[in-house]
């Protein structure tokens, strides 16, 4: 059965420092998600993606954020230059188009900002 | 702007009894689909069961069913035959439109434990 990936499943930086966070969609998928989980809280929505563009974003993606499809199978977050509150679980998800209204997410990015 | 209630932050059940989740939402919207996550220690998301609005039959998914009350607006999960499995963070999502802007919003979840 299809699967959204996600690489890293574990990364450690330092503060200040860029982190690209990588997602590989299910292959005939559409749109594409960003959210995010802090520890212990609910899963906050970032950012949506359709037709290379940014549909949809929240207030805590700020200019230190930024997505990208740089192919036809990746789907990638940078964060600019990290901060402590950062830290979280980051999680991207897929949608189709065909009876389409469920996102399936993939196993996550535990990101740890130190 | 929507939003979704989870109220009860733990619950505990005995394996193979049943269990029920609650969720309510608010919305303004007529068009939406409802959804429950469920979030294993590993914290992978996993989609449980979905409802859409504008069906009045229930949503059923092997041992898993939903209680779909629209007027009231509230969705909770049924877990018929617990199994030890199925201890994880329960999350009940909300979503409006299914284009290019659609999102989840989450509720704060629900921690179930099975007991053997």
């Given at each position: 059965?299809?699967?959204?990936?996600?690489?890293?499943?574990?990364?450690?930086?330092?503060?200040?420092?860029?982190?690209?966070?990588r997602?590989?969609?299910?292959?005939?998928?559409?749109?594409?998600?960003?959210?995010?989980?802090?520890?212990?809280?609910?899963?906050?929505?970032?950012?949506?993606?359709?037709?290379?563009?940014?549909?949809?974003?929240?207030?805590?993606?700020?200019?230190?954020?930024?997505?990208?499809?740089?192919?036809?199978?990746?789907?990638?977050?940078?964060?600019?230059?990290?901060?402590?509150?950062?830290?979280?679980?980051?999680?991207?998800?897929?949608?189709?188009?065909?009876g389409?209204?469920?996102?399936?997410?993939?196993?996550?990015?535990?990101?740890?900002?130190? | 702007?929507?939003?979704?209630?989870?109220?009860?932050?733990e619950?505990?059940?005995?394996?193979?009894?049943?269990?029920?989740?609650?969720?309510?939402?608010?919305?303004?919207?007529?068009?939406?689909?409802?959804?429950?996550?469920?979030?294993?220690?590993?914290?992978?998301?996993?989609?449980?069961?979905?409802?859409?609005?504008?069906?009045?039959?229930?949503?059923?998914?092997?041992?898993?069913?939903?209680?779909?009350?629209?007027?009231?607006?509230?969705?909770?999960?049924?877990?018929?035959d617990?199994?030890?499995?199925?201890?994880?963070?329960?999350?009940?999502?909300?979503?409006?439109?299914?284009?290019?802007?659609?999102?989840?919003?989450?509720?704060?979840?629900?921690?179930?434990?099975?007991?053997?």
């Amino acid at each position: 059965e299809p699967e959204v990936t996600q690489t890293p499943s574990h990364q450690v930086t330092q503060m200040g420092q860029e982190v690209i966070l990588r997602c590989v969609p299910i292959s005939n998928h559409l749109y594409f998600y960003w959210y995010r989980q802090i520890l212990g809280q609910k899963v906050e929505f970032l950012v949506s993606f359709y037709n290379n563009e940014i549909s949809e974003k929240s207030e805590i993606f700020d200019d230190q954020f930024s997505v990208e499809r740089p192919d036809g199978s990746n789907f990638t977050l940078k964060i600019r230059s990290t901060k402590l509150e950062d830290s979280a679980m980051y999680f991207c998800a897929s949608r189709g188009t065909s009876g389409g209204e469920t996102q399936y997410f993939g196993p996550g990015t535990r990101l740890l900002v130190l | 702007a929507q939003t979704v209630t989870q109220s009860q932050p733990e619950m505990s059940v005995q394996e193979a009894e049943t269990v029920t989740l609650s969720c309510t939402y608010d919305t303004s919207e007529n068009n939406y689909y409802l959804f429950w996550y469920k979030q294993p220690p590993s914290r992978q998301m996993i989609l449980v069961i979905r409802q859409e609005a504008y069906k009045q039959q229930n949503a059923t998914e092997n041992r898993f069913s939903v209680n779909f009350q629209k007027a009231a607006k509230s969705f909770s999960l049924k877990i018929s035959d617990s199994q030890l499995g199925d201890t994880a963070m329960y999350f009940c999502a909300f979503m409006t439109h299914t284009g290019a802007n659609s999102k989840l919003t989450f509720g704060k979840g629900i921690t179930l434990s099975v007991r053997p």
